[in-house]
């Protein structure tokens, strides 16, 4: 066990040609590229840079809250700005951060529409904002006059680790390595970020300490199973110590990769996946440069708003400027750039469509409200929004007993939210018609609980009020004492010849009042098992019972007979 143990943490901090899988585990954010601005990280390596000095961040829009440094530009020759200013150089790289920005929330299926301010976001969203910046506006080497030629700094790998801790990044594999890096084409030039710690001179970028808290928890939990499996632990309880022992290989497996021979692939998870720079694009109509000075033409781009067609955003959107500048520049006050460049500019989507381009059809909200209605039971709301795992739950709870059922109602219904795939929902749903609609659903399953319910219920109370008088009414019946008519108890035993001897016979010879009955009752009597005279009969028949004396009266004492009386008229 140990040695499995130790295998694994050095196969999480080794160079690895070859992904493992893990069976728990659930991906998150797993898209190509994994790290924001990583395809911007193998281009700006093969260009060259100037110092670009300290008042360069003056011209800084998108980046202005996230670079607190003095950046290196491209070099004149190589770059593509409209002009060689220094605003319009700097406009350049702040173009290409919110532009990897933009993509990269698109490919996390959120919309940057939302986000369009980064400074007020979430940690999520910060990480990303801070990636792309840092990845194309690189750090100048300290003591660099203006234009003087620099080297190209790479993030800081404790950024990219901050990304990936902050958004969850989970590849169920060892694909997400930050440093020491070895992926497939298009990114096999890129070894890894810089293993530099923030702040440093020889990285750009910097992270607090809440971006390096995933490294520690791992060796943590490492060390505290390793010591769980040391003979010198002892627990109160072998049960306890299995519990604990149990506990920590469950985190482990959930939070460390894969370390399985089973399922060995050559390329991550990530990598596998189709990239949503490629996916983002658009065809345009004839073939464009790849930049002013190259004579290669390309077939695909991106952002058809800065295309010469008409056609822009697929006919379903509205090319729009995107408000994500870190100085907080609102869309009707564009920022004002020396030489007349233009602003940075995005596709606007219409309420049906979802992606860059706007070329994804989004999901309806009308449909989700409806199904979280009538089918929100059985989950089929969670399954609309491509939600298999909380789908599968619902259902097999019963929409959480109810509870999780109108949860969800109320939680569709008030505004369209994020799907698994293609965004938002589209907000087809008017609110005062989900208020009317949510009043009306809440007074039917009212009805459903306490109408139909309710008179389930007092129906059965009934029925058993019913059973009980009847039970009652039966116990009284049997304490009464029933008078019986003289005819109807002839030829019946009394209780008072029971134990004792037969009556001397009477005119016939029966027994008790069976002498006294009548000759209805003896004809009646006959072959009747149940009748009193049958079996006195059928017993007097039997020879052996005959013969044993029980048939046998006693004869009664007969008295001496008294002689005559004397006649008065002798005396």
């Known amino acids: 066990m140990k040695e499995l143990l130790f295998a694994c943490l050095s196969l999480s901090q080794a160079v690895v040609e070859e992904y493992s899988t893990n069976a728990i585990c659930r991906k998150n954010n797993c898209i190509n590229p994994v790290f924001p601005a990583l395809q911007g990280v193998v281009s700006m390596q093969e260009l060259k840079w100037e110092c ?3 008042n360069a961040r003056e011209h800084l829009d998108f980046c202005a809250g996230a670079v607190h440094y003095d950046f290196s530009l491209i070099s004149k020759s190589q770059s593509n700005a409209s002009n060689t200013t220094l605003a319009a150089r700097v406009k350049e790289l702040d173009d290409l951060a919110s532009t990897a920005y933009f993509y990269h929330l698109a490919g996390m299926n959120l919309e940057a529409w939302d986000f369009s301010s980064p400074s007020k976001g979430d940690d999520c969203i910060q990480a990303v904002w801070k990636m792309a910046c840092f990845t194309y506006l690189p750090k100048s080497q300290a003591f660099c006059k203006s234009g003087d030629s620099v080297s190209y700094l790479m993030p800081c790998g404790d950024v990219c680790r901050s990304y990936t801790s902050h958004c969850a990044v989970e590849c169920c594999d060892e694909s997400v390595q930050c440093t020491d890096s ?16 923030s702040p440093s001179s020889h990285c750009t970028g910097s992270v607090s300490g809440a971006g390096r808290a995933g490294v520690p928890l791992r060796a ?13 632990f ?40 189709p990239g949503y720079m490629t996916t ?12 002013k000075t190259a004579s290669t033409k390309t077939h695909v781009a991106l952002n058809s708003c ?69 089918a929100g039971f059985l989950g089929l709301d969670r399954f609309y929004l491509g939600q298999m795992g909380a789908g599968s739950a619902k259902l097999a709870s019963l929409g959480g007993a109810g509870i999780w059922w109108a949860r969800d109602v109320v939680w569709i219904g008030s505004g369209p ?3 698994a795939e293609t965004g938002r929902l589209a907000a ?3 609110h005062w018609l989900f208020v009317l609609l949510a009043i009306a659903w809440a007074c039917l399953v009212s009805y459903l609980i306490f109408g139909v319910m309710g008179f389930i219920w007092h129906q059965h109370r009934l029925l058993e009020k019913a059973l009980l008088q009847a039970e009652r009414g039966l116990h009284d019946f049997a304490k009464q004492q029933v008078p019986l008519e003289t005819q109807a108890m002839l030829g019946m035993p009394r209780r008072a010849s029971y134990h004792l001897l037969a009556p001397p016979p009477g005119p016939e010879d029966y027994y008790g009042t069976m002498a006294a009955a009548a000759p209805q009752v003896k004809l009646a009597a006959y072959k009747n098992p149940m009748s009193s005279f049958f079996c006195y009969a059928k017993a007097n028949e039997d020879p052996k019972l005959k013969e044993s004396g029980a048939f046998r009266r006693p004869t009664a004492a007969v008295p001496p007979p008294r002689p005559d009386p004397v006649p008065s008229d002798l005396l």
């Not at 943590?220 to 499996?229: E, K, R």
């Not at 959930?254 to 998870?269: M, P």
């Not at 955003?313 to 500048?325: E, K, Y």
């Open 417 to 419: 939210i994020y799907t």
């Open 234 to 273: 002892e627990a109160p309880r072998i049960r306890g110590r299995r519990f604990i022992l149990g506990l920590c290989l469950v985190l482990v497996a959930v939070s460390l990769q894969g370390c399985n021979a089973l399922g060995i692939k050559d390329k991550g998870a990530w990598e596998s996946k």
């Open 52 to 54: 670009a000095g300290s």
């Open 428 to 430: 087809d749903l008017p």
């Open 280 to 291: 983002f694009t658009y065809v345009p109509a004839a073939p464009i440069p790849l930049n």
């Open 182 to 197: 070895n992926f497939a084409p298009p990114y096999e030039s890129f070894t890894g970020y810089s293993k530099a710690h």
């Open 220 to 232: 943590v939990l490492v060390l505290a199973l390793l010591g769980l499996l040391s003979p010198s």
């Open 306 to 374: 800065y295309s010469e067609e008409d056609l822009k955003c697929s006919g379903h959107g509205t090319c729009m400027q995107f408000a994500g500048f870190g100085n907080e520049t609102s869309v009707s006050t564009p920022p004002i750039i020396e030489g007349g460049a233009k602003p940075i500019l995005f596709c606007q989507c219409e309420r049906d469509y979802f992606d860059p381009e706007c070329r994804t059809r989004r999901k309806s909200q009308r449909t989700a409200f409806a199904l979280s209605c009538f």
